[in-house]
């Protein structure tokens, strides 16, 4: 962007207060701002406003300690409600509830969660663009609490059933609203590093879950099984969360009672250059046909579904893998930690290279080697007791995985402008998402331990498809940002503008934080127009 020669005729922290409305008359409707984005209301309430990289990094601090640690305790808890399965495997589910080790009952209850967050995303895109997100989450999180809690008096296949579709249902929604609260409120170069902290808390998963299952599985009680106990001490820790997240996760910035009026001013200024907007809560079917017609859309679903097919079948089948290489059942829990280790250095680590770099695709084709190599281990080692080494270490090489798909999810989230077809294409991708996840533990059986032989040719053919489909990204956004750059020069402006939403917090105004008005880029930030109808929006690859 063209740096601004003129001085700014005020700074952010030092507005007039009789200049700033307050937010209850920011959201009061009128004509000329129905269909903008809400942040244009609070906007308009004042001149274009600088904000200095001090206020930058104030902004920023306090919204992590407000807004990450609800993230990173949320998605921690959904992450061991979700994996309290693959543990309970271990201390005798299978035989307890009476499944068919021969059939392919346990795989299904591994699917049926998926399946049902695949069901619910349609509703979840309309929920997420019109209910206040804050408390949309807290009662998300308080109803999987409770069926986590009914998962424990369920002692059939059939009932397992219900209650783990229903476990699907509910937490259909934690993810797509954690992708839109980081776009809601983070600037897009912040935006990968705080997708992978609440991210990597799968591993902090198996690493604290593999614990906590331990200590669990050593309770002895004459009335409940060691899973019951899993069950139960894990749905009673979600429900006392959710009471912390729906009163104190905002809704966005605009209604963010941690901000004063001046800095939800520039907490929203801040994200001008996203060119995405905040949060409109109108639901626009214009949005929606581009988000299907977009061939964006398509290929990062077609990553998604390609990385969640491995991750079901491994988040499934993971411990009987390890079982099978000769471990105990509390040895095998134990064995299971360096694996979320390695998940969480993948996937803090590609976060970092991605955002130091300013590109996704190079990383992304960098994490899919590991896995490759470690499904090769993997398939041609024998299962001799002198071989456990090797075999462990294929095993925490497939473990890179979960470092792929945040970056996806901040690939895709940070090239689509409009808040429906944010919302709209997040869901799209949590369908891939949800497909990979169903089909992944229908790859693995019981019976075929200890090679599982179908399933790792399955996932090794997954990861080098895609590695192509990262290709064939990178070249169709390099191609979509050489049109804007022509559509620009076509209505005056400049070709060639810096990306500001890139720039670190601690970066000052001296690059440019506000834009030239003679070429006015940045305008229409606030208008919630997608990414393609928008030709100041810069994609990143």
């Known amino acids: 962007m063209a740096k601004d020669n003129a001085k700014p005729t005020t700074a952010a922290h030092e507005l007039d207060k009789n200049e700033i409305h307050t937010i209850e008359d920011v959201q009061k409707p009128t004509a000329a701002s129905k269909g903008k984005d809400k942040a244009a209301e609070l906007i308009s309430s004042?001149?274009?406003?600088?904000?200095?990289?001090?206020?930058?990094?104030?902004?920023?601090?306090?919204?992590?300690?407000?807004?990450?640690?609800?993230?990173?305790?949320?998605?921690?808890?959904?992450?061991?409600?979700?994996?309290?399965?693959?543990?309970?495997?271990?201390?005798?589910?299978?035989?307890?509830?009476?499944?068919?080790?021969?059939?392919?009952?346990?795989?299904?209850?591994?699917?049926?969660?998926?399946?049902?967050?695949?069901?619910?995303?349609?509703?979840?895109?309309?929920?997420?663009?019109?209910?206040?997100?804050?408390?949309?989450?807290?009662?998300?999180?308080?109803?999987?609490?409770?069926?986590?809690?009914?998962?424990?008096?369920?002692?059939?296949?059939?009932?397992?059933?219900?209650?783990?579709?229903?476990?699907?249902?509910?937490?259909?929604?934690?993810?797509?609203?954690?992708?839109?609260?980081?776009?809601?409120?983070?600037?897009?170069?912040?935006?990968?590093?705080?997708?992978?902290?609440?991210?990597?808390?799968?591993?902090?998963?198996?690493?604290?879950?593999?614990?906590?299952?331990?200590?669990?599985?050593?309770?002895?009680?004459?009335?409940?099984?060691?899973?019951?106990?899993?069950?139960?001490?894990?749905?009673?820790?979600?429900?006392?969360?959710?009471?912390?997240?729906?009163?104190?996760?905002?809704?966005?910035?605009?209604?963010?009672?941690f901000l004063e009026e001046d800095e939800k001013l520039i907490a929203v200024e801040r994200l001008r250059m996203n060119q995405m907007g905040v949060a409109s809560r109108v639901w626009k079917w214009d949005h929606v046909f581009e988000a299907f017609l977009d061939p964006k859309t398509w290929l990062w679903?077609?990553?998604?579904?390609?990385?969640?097919?491995?991750?079901?079948?491994?988040?499934?089948?993971?411990?009987?893998?390890?079982?099978?290489?000769?471990?105990?059942?509390?040895?095998?829990?134990?064995?299971?930690?360096?694996?979320?280790?390695?998940?969480?250095?993948?996937?803090?680590?590609?976060?970092?290279?991605?955002?130091?770099?300013?590109?996704?695709?190079?990383?992304?084709?960098l994490l899919c080697i590991p896995p490759i190599i470690g499904i090769i281990i993997l398939m041609a080692v024998g299962r001799e007791k002198d071989k456990k080494g090797v075999l462990l270490l294929g095993y925490y090489l497939t473990s890179f995985y979960p470092g792929i798909s945040p970056l996806i999810y901040s690939w895709s989230g940070q090239n689509t402008g409009g808040d429906t077809k944010r919302k709209v294409t997040t869901s799209i991708l949590f369908v891939g998402a949800s497909a990979g996840n169903i089909i992944g533990p229908q790859l693995f059986k019981p019976a075929e331990k200890p090679y599982y032989r179908r399933g790792l040719i399955g996932n090794l053919a997954l990861f080098i498809a895609l590695a192509v489909m990262i290709v064939l990204a990178m070249c169709w956004i390099k191609f979509l940002n050489r049109k804007h750059a022509a559509q620009r020069?076509?209505?005056?402006?400049?070709?060639?503008?810096?990306?500001?939403?890139?720039?670190?917090?601690?970066?000052?105004?001296?690059?440019?934080?506000?834009?030239?008005?003679?070429?006015?880029?940045?305008?229409?930030?606030?208008?919630d127009m997608t990414d393609l109808k928008n030709e100041d929006f810069i994609y990143l690859y």
């Open 301 to 365: 679903f077609g990553m998604l579904t390609a990385v969640s097919i491995p991750s079901g079948g491994i988040t499934t089948f993971g411990p009987l893998i390890i079982q099978s290489f000769g471990f105990g059942k509390f040895a095998t829990i134990l064995f299971n930690m360096p694996f979320g280790a390695v998940q969480i250095i993948a996937t803090l680590g590609g976060a970092w290279l991605a955002t130091h770099f300013k590109k996704k695709s190079p990383v992304l084709l």
């Open 46 to 257: 004042s001149a274009r406003i600088v904000v200095t990289g001090e206020d930058n990094s104030r902004i920023l601090r306090k919204i992590d300690l407000v807004i990450l640690p609800i993230l990173l305790s949320v998605y921690f808890l959904q992450s061991l409600d979700k994996t309290t399965l693959s543990y309970a495997s271990v201390f005798g589910i299978i035989e307890d509830a009476n499944l068919d080790p021969d059939s392919d009952q346990y795989s299904w209850l591994g699917s049926i969660v998926y399946f049902s967050q695949l069901v619910m995303q349609p509703l979840v895109a309309v929920l997420l663009v019109k209910l206040k997100i804050g408390k949309f989450m807290g009662g998300m999180v308080f109803f999987w609490g409770v069926i986590l809690c009914g998962m424990a008096g369920a002692k059939s296949f059939a009932g397992l059933m219900a209650t783990r579709f229903l476990l699907g249902a509910f937490e259909a929604a934690v993810a797509p609203a954690f992708i839109a609260v980081v776009q809601m409120w983070y600037k897009r170069s912040e935006q990968t590093n705080r997708n992978a902290f609440w991210y990597s808390t799968l591993g902090l998963v198996n690493i604290f879950g593999s614990l906590l299952t331990y200590g669990l599985g050593h309770i002895n009680s004459p009335t409940l099984h060691s899973y019951q106990i899993i069950f139960l001490f894990c749905g009673l820790l979600t429900i006392v969360l959710s009471v912390f997240v729906f009163i104190y996760m905002p809704d966005s910035p605009m209604e963010a009672k």
């Open 489 to 527: 020069q076509r209505l005056g402006k400049s070709a060639k503008i810096v990306d500001l939403s890139m720039q670190a917090a601690q970066e000052s105004t001296e690059e440019g934080a506000v834009n030239e008005s003679e070429e006015g880029v940045g305008d229409r930030a606030f208008d």
